[in-house]
């Protein structure tokens, strides 16, 4: 009866997650009405056009090719340009996309975790559909990659709100959980890791939401100050009312990657206009910006200071240090999570900043990859990180019994007894004064170990 019962146990039948249907049908959602949406654009921008004798020989079909290239520049395709194939990320299209993934997953919220790791199949296998009704050199190879990266973002971050809700939800319990859980396998194994692990993420988070911040704060006032400068290079294109519209929107589509430009200038670290063209705080080449208009915002000018992050971060740690303690066992596993998740977002936000923009000297624009990502971590991160370990309540505990040791040794080399009084010769101390002073010497040893 054993055997039977272990062999029944092995040959149960292998279930799928509960949803992953529906997830599936999800992904090819997504990305049809992400390409519809990057269509729908491309016509508005054609038809306010049709008086333009440029555009008399541009059919229907060859704007349904350009708004496929459009759509497929959001997942890491290349887009004609001058004739040229340009590999920047219009980041802002593919957080759209991202969003739009986060409300067709919300809508499914009843599925089982597991079965978001479908939503990628769906995804990739849609983009790679539509794809191929684009006109040659739109990089199906790239296509394919970049659904993936996209579309497996799109599930962490769905995975991880679900998460930290579930998270929530358990500990308003009390501790009484066995009735409170829901049936789902992978949510469960999560949830019960160690509280300090969620610490880190949270803190990665937001970490991370000030960093984007900012560069946001930088970029508006950036904005402001070089406004005329924006005019300017606006009214040289001779853009008409729809023209500047579509200019506008054109510059909306890259404004994560202007973020991470000036986060990375505010870093020190600066970014590329052009092969041998570096901007940053200390440096201003020689000659015109690209006829971009939001680009008359660089500084025109070398500036008299050296700008940098970690000042903030360096008062957020103070803060959070005078608000609650922490002991080195709970830093353990949050300092690790946190400086990872940071570590990584960062990267990605500026790998992904970075590519051709045209031909000749265009091929390279964007902030240097390695430098920028570790210069924002550490004065970001890595400031936070040192302070918070440097007031942990053992380091605190062991910094004050090392200055009691130092002020009782003070005292003794200072007091009348080790000089004796001027013109005097000390007397020898008692048996019982050494004995006395051996044990406090003794003592204040041992509570400094």
């Known amino acids: 009866m054993t055997q039977t019962g272990t062999q029944a146990q092995t040959a149960a039948p292998f279930h799928l997650p509960q949803g992953w249907s529906r997830v599936l049908l999800a992904g090819l959602e997504v990305v049809f009405l992400s390409w519809a ?74 599925v089982h975790l597991a079965a978001l790791l479908t939503f990628p199949l769906g995804f990739t296998f849609g983009a790679l559909l539509l794809s191929m009704t684009a006109p040659s050199g739109i990089g199906i190879g790239r296509i394919f990659l970049g659904s993936l990266l996209v579309s ?109 430009w000036s986060l990375s200038w505010i870093a020190g670290t600066g970014f590329y206009l052009g092969v041998d063209t570096w901007y940053g705080p200390g440096s201003y080449p020689p000659g015109p910006v690209p006829a971009i208009p939001v680009l008359g915002a660089i500084p025109a000018s070398t500036e008299s200071f050296w700008p940098a992050i970690w000042p903030f971060f360096l008062a957020w740690a103070l803060l959070a240090v005078w608000r609650s303690e922490r002991k080195l066992s709970q830093l353990r596993y949050t300092v690790p999570v946190a400086g990872a998740f940071i570590f990584l977002t960062t990267f990605l936000l500026i790998w992904t900043s970075q590519g051709a923009l045209g031909p000749g000297r265009l091929t390279l624009v964007g902030p240097p990859v390695l430098r920028a990502t570790f210069s924002i971590w550490f004065q970001s991160f890595g400031i936070y990180a040192l302070i918070r370990l440097a007031f942990a309540t053992e380091v605190k505990a062991r910094f004050q019994v090392y200055t009691k040791s130092v002020s009782h040794r003070l005292s003794r080399v200072g007091s009348p007894a080790a000089h004796g009084v001027i013109g005097v010769l000390p007397s020898k101390p008692k048996p019982a004064t050494v004995v006395e002073e051996a044990a406090v010497e003794t003592a204040t040893e041992n509570e400094g170990n």
């Open 37 to 110: 949406l990057s269509l729908a654009i491309t016509f508005a921008g054609y038809l306010s056009q049709t008086s333009n004798r440029w555009l008399a020989e541009t059919s229907w079909a060859d704007v349904i090719g350009f708004g496929t290239s459009i759509w497929g520049a959001s997942l890491f395709g290349a887009y004609p340009i001058a004739d040229t194939a340009a590999t920047l990320l219009p980041a802002g299209m593919t957080l759209v996309i991202i969003l739009l993934a986060q409300m067709a997953l919300k809508l499914r919220s009843d």
């Open 152 to 260: 497996g973002l799109s599930i962490l971050w769905q995975g991880l709100r679900r998460l930290r809700k579930y998270r929530m939800d358990l500990d308003e319990n009390l501790g009484y959980l066995n009735d409170d859980r829901v049936d789902d396998q992978l949510l469960n194994f999560l949830a019960s890791g160690p509280r300090d692990l969620y610490r880190g993420l949270e803190i990665g988070w937001r970490v991370t939401l000030a960093n984007l911040a900012i560069g946001l704060i930088a970029l508006v006032a950036a904005v402001i100050v070089g406004f005329s400068r924006i005019s300017e290079i606006a009214q040289a294109l001779g853009a008409g009312t729809w023209e500047k519209i579509l200019l506008v929107l054109a510059q909306l589509a890259y404004l994560p990657d202007l973020l991470a």
